[in-house]
Each structure stands twice: as structure tokens, then as C-alpha cells.
């Protein structure tokens, strides 16, 4: 059975050990980006199965990576789950605006994250 | 009675010369004697000493029906007067007795007439009485004319009797010979025979008396008025005098009939000084009057409406109204109804409806405010109109202004109240550009803000009148350059008010164009501050209600131009504390993620190695003190933003403060093996300050120098005396800093984008901090980069 890849775009490195440390443990492939283009650009070489997505990234950041991907024919199918400091209703509606499948806020519950990355990638495959 | 004696005069002149020649005749004893005494109309007889006659004339004869034969030798009293005995007083017994002669007048009823009789003797050639001549002439007439005055004296008592009016006949010699009604202060007894000289001396008997004079002499009546100037006051007379005659048409004295209108006098004295006055207060009323007749034809214009309505007195007089107040609607430039008509129809005060104009006969237009009133008699008739009008071209200019004044008021102090305790600014903006584009009658407001160094500007809020197409979306990331005039303007602060595109000057040609190309004819723009800075221009398109303007009132509405400005800054300011706090917020949860999310992992996950599980343990307390530490730098910004602001300052080396800072990092300098470098222009350079401030200031700087410079790499320190200041300057040989970024690493939570950064952490605020304590102490902080060659960090502190 082929393990999905799940892409987590971060540019704090204590964020991605701890989510890759966790999806792995999970059974999923994980790849890291730590900046808008560096994300934009292993979406587009891996295909992810589902982004994990920061907002405050160096470069470009999260809401134009999502943008950016949703413009792609290869990779607007990809599902996006952002996970973010931000926690404005703005920064939200904004996300969802964008076609994200999930928004949670930092601090986080892996449960809760767990959770919406299953659904993401179960939802993905249909 | 004067006057008979007069008439009586003139009669005893005729009758002694008659007489005279009587007795000539009789002492001649001529022949002729009949002939001459038969052709005389008066009775003539000669008597003897006893009474007898001796002749008659025929006359004589004639009006006793008898023949001379049959009188002569007769007795006069027993003939005449039928009794035996001479008549009292006969003059003839007179003459007797004093040989002179007499005369009489007799009424003896027995003779049937009135005689006045005159005797005459006739003497001897020895001076002895030899008879008496006797002319006896019938004064019938003359009696009937004495009756007639004294009945008509009788009448005049009667009319005049209570009257204020004085009737009095003088004669010919002036002398009162009846008077009723006298002067209060004389006794009528004391005025008859009296002239009025002789009963008061002044200037209105003089004229009483010539005028008296007058009438005698002309023998024709004459009226006039004479004012007695008495002790008691004045009194004014209507005076009339006629002749008076005699029934032979002689004048024989004057009446006089003076009517007392003193009274009266006074009243028109008083009318007069009401016509003058009302005459005055019509010249100088600054209203025009205009007063017509019960058709309503000009009767009357003063000289205001002379002027406004250009007709003068003597064209408009007789004119229709209509003709000379030509006044139309000024909205509809109709014929405006003139109120003239009701006023006469109805007696009521009209007045005329606003908005009237005025056409003055040369088509000068005046707005005219009036009314029309009736001109009524003393019973309340109709006699007329009048029309009182001004010219209120000040009066409008005036409340034109009051207008002009509130409208400013009422929309600047709703702007001001909609900027308090603002909710969503932008709406408010867009209300505000509303109202002062109603004010000025703009077709399209809108307001541009400038950015990149105000080489920039976009439009970011616009109101558009109906029918007017938004252009916001067209107007963004617009040059600044492409209205460099208008810029220029715009810089020294000033208003730039356009009443007419096309006559835009020279330099401003490329306005000209643009403006023109929209179709925009008048235009209004206003400087927007943010602080003191010019931030944008608030413009409005198409004025047509700002041409009477004044400056003073442009300015008016630059307060609200102010009021947007001092918005948008508080904007800037509560979007700079939301962001600061989402900026916090994000800083904050960043390491508590990681500490949760290791946390987590450690509870859920048995099967974690011990080498990971130390791995998570470590970033957990690492994560621990950055948050740790955050908060204290969050605490410390609070303190130098708000607390603190005055810290003890004293003279501090600056050197000691570099070492000291030196001594704090040295182990981070030693791990990367960094080589430190120094150039010192002298040892003792003091500088006024706080040395903690200073030294956090130092450790951060040099901190940064150690995070961004590679293992192995130079950090150099350079301090110099600049002069009176004292200059730092830490340079390291980093990645350097892009140019458009080397003032906004000064800004609050302003993390540099770029790898080595992600890889140290930070919080977002030394730079900030730093530049917070010096800017305390009057200095100044900035930094310099050649791209890859590393940044430098310079301070300046002035020297103590």
C-alpha cells in the first residue's frame, strides 16, 4: 500500500519535526517546505496528496501558495488544510474564500489535526 | 353814526352852495329869482322875520299842492307843521336869533318825508335881518340807506354773534364805527372810533390798516392773512374786507370780516412739518415708494424708486404701475402678479412673493422684496396705493453667505460627528465625500492616497453624484508625476481650486488634458495630512456652487479635509495596535505550539526513543524560553512606550557600556568562532545617557551581528567623536539587508525574510527597541547594507 504524502509548509522547525515526527508515526510519506516558493514548487514536482499550510511563510505566503495552486490545473485538486497562528476571522473567511479544506489555529490538537488530514485525504481520493 | 355824517356832508356842501346862491339872488331882488329857484329840486323859500312866507319856489309848490299866492303871507309852522307855534328845533328860529345860518333835520310826521332843512338870513343894506332864506331838501333816501346799514349792522350782529370770527365796518377815515366780536383784551366801547393803530401798535394792525386802505382806494374787496403777534401769543386772522357803500354805489367805509385760523394755522403748521417730515423720511428711507391712484396710475415715486425702477417723477406720472414696476418671477422669468391690484380690489397690505426681480427701464434686473398698501381717506375709502419695495441684492448676498456659512457648519460638525468613535472608517469617509461634494455641488469626490515616497497614489475612496460612473478601480497604482503641478501645489499645502479648466496655465497643461479628456470644467481639490505629513488630496470634480467662495470659506473646508486626515491617522494607528497585537498574538503562539505539540506527543506516543524523547524535552524548554523571553521584550517595549519616559540620564563612557555588552554575548562569539574587530579614535568618550538602555541597545545590536555573520566570519566596532556627538557603528560581514527593507527592520514585529533568519530566532522587536532607546536619547539609529557585503548598524549620541 502506497503511503500518502502529505506536504507541511512551515518556517519554524519545531513545528514541522513535531508534525512530520507525528504523520509519520501515522503511516504517511512526509515532505517540508519552509517558504511560499519552496512549497509552490514540491506541490507542483511531488503532487501531495494533502498540504499542510502555514500563512506567515518568508517569500511568498500561505494565501498566495493556495492561490498559486488553485490556478494550476496539476495541483488545484490538492487538498489544503492551513494551520496557522493567525487567528483572525479575516485571515479565515479569506481561506475559505480560496477553496481551503481546513483551518485550524495554532496552538493545536494533533487529534484535531489527525482528524481533518484523514478526512482530507479520504475526501481527495473519491 | 360816521357814516351819515359823511353821506350828510357831501349833502350839506350841495345845499349850502344852493343855499348861497339863494340869497344872492334874493338880495339882487331879481327877476330871475323864480326862474333859477323854480329849476331846483330842493324846497327854497324865503320868509319874513315872522315866520311868513314871502316866496316860494315851484317845487315847494309843487309838493304841498298849493299855488304861491295861496302860501305867501302865510305862517311856515301853520302850513308845514299844522300847529301854532314854530317847530322845536326849526333852524330858522336859530338863524333869527343868532343871524346865522342853520341846519336841521326834520321829521316831522305831519310833512310826510324827512327834510334836512337850512336856513340862511338875509340882511338890509344896514346889516338888519330882513328874512330868512329857506331850503328844505326831502332826505327820504338817505334815510332808507341809514336803515338799510343798521339793519344789515343788525344782521351781521346776528349771523356773527358767538362766531370766532370779527366783523367790523371802519370808514373812510379808518376809525371803527362797529365791531362785533372785539379783541378779549379791549372793551368794545373803547374800540369804536379808534383806528387799530390806536388800539395796538404793531405789524399786524399796520397791515390790518393798509389793507383797509387798500380796499378804499381800489374800491374793490381783497382777502388775506395776518398774524398779530400779542403778549398772549400769536393769532392768526383770515381777513376779508369789502367796501362798503352807499346805495349810490359811494364807498363809504369797509367791512371787515377776520376769521380766527389760528388754530387752523397751527395744524397746517403742524401738516407741514408732518409733510416734511414725511417728505424727508421718504427721501431718506432707504425703501422706493411708489404711491398710485385708485386705477392704479403713478401718482408719486421717491427718488429710491426713481433710481431702481430708472422712470423719473415727471415720465412715470399718470403711467400704469405695471409699466413702471416691471417685475417678474426670477425662478420662471414670468410677469410676477402685481400685488397693486388686491391691495386697491380688497384695502388689504400685499405683500410680493419671494424670488422677484425688478426690470429697471434701462433692463437692469434688481431682486426686489415689497408690499402694497391702501391709501385710505378719513372715512376708510380707497384713495389709493402704495408700494414699498427695496433692492435686496445685498440683503441675499448676505443670507446667501449665512446660508453658504451653516451648510459649511452643518457639514463639517456632521463629518467631525461621524469621525467620532469611528466604526467603519472607509463608510465614513464615503458619507463625509458626500456631503462636501452636496456642498459644493461636485458631480464626483474622491480621495487618493499617496504612497512609495508619494511617487505613487491610488484612489481609495470616491462618491459619485447619479448618472456619474464610478472610476475608483481605473485610478489605482497611479504615478504622482503625471500631475506634477498639481503636486506641487499640493506640497506647499495649498488649496487648489480651479473655477475654469480651460483657462489652466501653461505648466499645468497635463492637468489641462486629463481633466479636460473627462469633461470636468471646474474642480476643487484639498491637501490630506496624516500628522504633519501630505498624504493624499481630497478632490472634487465639476463645483458649480463654489464660485462665490471666498477663501475664508475653502478654508472652512479644509477643517474637514483635517478631520479625514486625523481619521485615517487614527486608523493607521489602531490598524498598527491590531496588527502589533496579531503580530503578538502570532509570536506568542508559535513556541507554545511547538511546546504543546511535543507535549502531545510525548502523551500520546509509548513508543518515542529516548534519544527523541531528550530531542523533545530540550525543544520544549528551549520553546519555554523564548516565550519566556518575549514576554519580558513585550514588557520592556510597554515600559519604553509608555512608562520610563524620563530615565536617569549621566555622563557614560561609552567604551566600558561596549565591553560590558561584549562580555554579555562573548559565549555566542565564541561558539561561531567570530573574529571581533575595533577602531577607537579615543578612549574617553563620554556620552550622556542611561547605561542599562545603552547597553541593551549594544547586546542587541552586536547580537544581531553574531546571528547574521557565518562561523568564522568579522564583526568590526568602530566608535568616533562626530563633532558633538558620539557615532557607533557595528558592521558585520552577513548576508547584508535588501535595500527596501532597511527602514522597515526598524518597525515593530518586522522579521527579515530570508533563510538565516528562519533559522534564528527572534521576536520581532530588538530592532524596534533599539530604536526606541535612542531616539530617547536624542540620537538617532539606522542602518547601512551593500547587498551580500554584510549590514552596518550606526548610533549617534550626543557627546556629554
Given amino acids: 500500500m502506497n503511503k500518502k504524502k502529505i506536504l507541511i509548509v512551515d518556517d519554524d522547525t519545531s513545528i514541522t519535526l513535531s508534525i512530520s515526527f507525528v504523520l509519520e508515526k501515522e503511516g504517511y510519506a512526509v515532505i517540508i517546505a519552509v517558504d511560499g516558493e519552496e512549497a509552490v514548487k514540491k506541490a507542483k514536482e511531488e503532487l501531495p496528496h494533502l498540504i499542510v499550510l502555514d500563512i506567515m511563510l518568508p517569500k511568498i505566503n500561505g494565501f498566495e501558495v493556495c492561490k498559486r495552486l488553485k490556478a494550476n490545473v496539476q495541483t488545484r485538486e490538492i487538498r489544503i488544510i492551513m494551520l496557522t497562528a493567525k487567528g483572525d476571522e479575516k485571515d479565515k473567511r479569506l481561506a475559505e474564500e480560496l477553496g481551503v479544506n481546513g483551518y485550524i489555529t495554532k496552538p493545536f490538537d494533533i487529534d484535531t489535526l489527525l482528524s481533518e488530514i484523514r478526512k482530507g485525504v479520504a475526501n481527495g481520493e473519491k | 353814526m360816521t357814516s351819515k355824517k359823511i353821506k350828510e356832508a357831501k349833502g350839506e356842501q350841495k345845499f349850502a352852495a344852493a343855499s348861497e346862491a339863494a340869497v344872492k339872488e334874493a338880495e339882487a331882488g331879481g327877476k330871475e329869482w323864480a326862474k333859477t329857484f323854480d329849476a331846483i329840486t330842493d324846497f327854497v323859500f324865503i320868509q319874513d322875520k315872522d315866520f311868513k312866507f314871502v316866496k316860494v319856489n315851484k317845487t315847494f309848490c309843487d309838493a304841498l299842492k298849493k299855488k304861491p299866492e295861496d302860501l305867501i303871507g302865510k305862517k311856515c309852522y301853520e302850513i308845514l307843521h299844522k300847529s301854532d307855534k314854530p317847530w322845536p328845533n326849526c333852524p330858522l328860529a336859530k338863524t333869527l336869533k343868532d343871524k346865522r345860518p342853520h341846519t336841521e333835520e326834520v321829521n316831522d310826521p305831519n310833512i310826510g318825508v324827512p327834510l334836512l332843512i337850512s336856513t340862511s338870513p338875509l340882511f338890509d343894506k344896514k346889516g338888519e335881518v330882513t328874512g330868512i332864506v329857506h331850503i328844505a331838501k326831502d332826505i327820504t333816501e338817505r334815510k332808507q340807506a341809514e336803515e338799510e346799514l343798521r339793519k344789515s349792522e343788525e344782521r ?552 547574521f555573520t557565518p562561523s568564522k566570519g568579522e564583526i568590526r566596532i568602530t566608535v568616533k567623536k562626530k563633532k558633538e556627538t558620539i557615532e557607533v557603528s557595528i558592521a558585520d560581514t552577513g548576508i547584508g539587508i535588501p535595500r527596501d527593507e532597511l527602514t522597515n527592520i526598524f518597525e515593530r514585529f518586522n522579521r527579515l525574510d530570508n533563510s538565516i533568519n528562519r533559522k534564528v530566532t527572534g521576536t520581532g522587536l530588538g530592532l524596534y527597541i533599539c530604536k526606541q532607546i535612542i531616539e530617547k536619547h536624542e540620537g538617532k539609529i539606522w542602518a547601512e547594507s551593500q547587498g551580500g557585503k554584510g549590514s552596518k548598524f550606526i548610533f549617534v549620541l550626543p557627546e556629554a
Fill in chain 2, 156 to 707: 351781521f350782529r346776528v349771523v356773527m354773534k358767538g362766531s370766532p370770527i370779527i366783523v367790523a365796518i371802519t370808514n373812510r377815515e379808518l376809525r371803527y364805527v362797529w365791531i362785533q366780536n372785539p379783541y378779549s383784551d379791549f372793551d368794545p366801547e373803547a374800540v369804536i372810533g379808534k383806528r387799530d393803530d390806536e388800539l395796538a401798535d404793531n405789524e399786524g394792525t399796520q397791515q390790518l390798516m393798509q389793507l383797509k386802505q387798500q380796499v378804499i382806494e381800489r374800491e374793490v374787496g381783497t382777502r388775506t392773512e395776518i398774524t398779530f403777534l400779542l403778549l398772549t401769543g400769536s393769532l392768526t386772522y383770515d381777513v376779508t374786507a369789502e367796501p362798503l357803500r352807499d346805495t349810490s354805489g359811494r364807498v363809504i367805509g369797509v367791512t371787515t370780516v377776520a376769521l380766527n385760523i389760528t388754530e387752523r394755522k397751527k395744524a397746517e403748521e403742524a401738516l407741514r412739518k408732518s409733510e416734511q417730515w414725511f417728505s424727508t423720511t421718504l427721501k431718506s428711507i432707504g425703501d422706493a415708494v411708489i404711491a398710485t391712484d385708485t386705477k392704479g396710475n403713478v401718482i408719486f415715486l421717491n427718488s429710491i424708486a426713481e433710481f431702481l425702477t430708472g422712470w423719473k417723477q415727471e415720465e412715470a406720472a399718470g403711467k400704469p404701475l405695471n409699466k413702471i414696476l416691471n417685475i417678474i418671477n426670477e425662478k420662471t422669468g414670468k410677469p410676477a402678479k402685481n400685488p397693486i391690484k388686491r391691495v386697491l380690489r380688497e384695502g388689504v397690505i400685499v405683500g410680493l412673493a419671494n424670488h422677484t426681480v425688478l426690470i429697471a427701464k434701462d433692463g437692469k434686473r434688481y431682486p426686489i422684496a415689497d408690499s402694497g398698501a391702501p391709501i385710505k381717506d378719513d372715512k376708510g375709502k380707497i384713495i389709493g396705493a402704495v408700494m414699498v419695495f427695496r433692492d435686496i441684492t445685498e440683503h441675499k448676498k448676505a443670507e446667501e453667505i449665512i446660508k453658504r456659512k451653516l451648510e459649511f457648519e452643518k457639514t463639517i460638525s456632521s463629518i467631525s460627528s461621524r469621525f467620532i468613535g469611528i466604526f467603519d472608517i472607509d463608510h465614513v469617509i464615503n458619507a463625509s465625500l458626500r456631503d462636501m461634494s452636496i456642498l459644493s455641488g461636485a458631480s464626483r469626490s474622491y480621495l487618493f492616497l499617496f504612497r512609495n515616497n508619494k511617487e505613487v497614489m491610488d484612489n481609495t475612496h470616491e462618491w459619485c453624484a447619479k448618472r456619474v460612473s464610478p472610476q475608483i478601480n481605473n485610478l489605482k497604482n497611479l504615478p504622482s508625476a503625471m500631475v506634477s503641478w498639481w503636486m506641487k501645489k499640493l506640497y506647499k499645502g495649498k488649496i487648489i481650486h480651479i473655477k475654469d479648466v480651460s483657462k489652466l496655465p501653461q505648466e499645468a497643461k497635463a492637468e489641462k488634458g486629463m481633466l479636460q479628456k473627462q469633461n470636468i470644467k471646474s474642480l476643487l481639490v484639498l491637501p490630506l495630512y496624516i500628522g504633519e505629513e501630505l498624504a493624499g488630496f481630497i478632490g472634487f470634480d465639476n463645483v458649480v456652487k463654489t464660485e462665490e467662495w471666498s477663501d475664508d470659506d475653502l478654508a472652512l473646508l479644509r477643517i474637514s479635509s483635517g478631520i479625514i486626515g486625523n481619521a485615517l491617522e487614527r486608523k493607521k494607528d489602531d490598524e498598527g495596535k491590531s496588527e502589533f497585537l496579531s503580530n503578538v498574538s502570532h509570536a506568542l503562539r508559535t513556541p507554545l505550539t511547538s511546546i504543546k505539540s511535543f507535549t502531545e506527543i510525548l502523551l500520546k506516543y509509548k513508543d518515542v526513543n529516548s534519544v527523541e524523547h531528550r530531542k523533545f524535552l530540550a525543544t520544549i524548554n528551549n520553546e519555554t524560553d523564548r516565550l519566556t523571553h518575549l514576554i519580558n521584550k513585550l514588557l520592556d517595549l510597554d515600559k519604553i512606550e509608555h512608562g520610563e519616559s524620563k530615565w536617569k540620564s549621566a555622563p557614560c563612557n561609552i567604551l566600558n557600556i561596549i565591553q560590558n555588552s561584549i562580555n554579555e554575548v562573548d559565549p555566542l562569539i565564541k561558539e561561531k568562532n567570530i573574529v571581533l574587530k575595533f577602531n577607537l579614535s579615543s578612549q574617553n568618550l563620554i556620552a550622556n545617557g542611561n547605561e542599562d538602555k545603552l547597553k541593551e541597545v549594544l547586546v542587541n545590536l552586536i547580537g544581531n551581528a553574531i546571528k
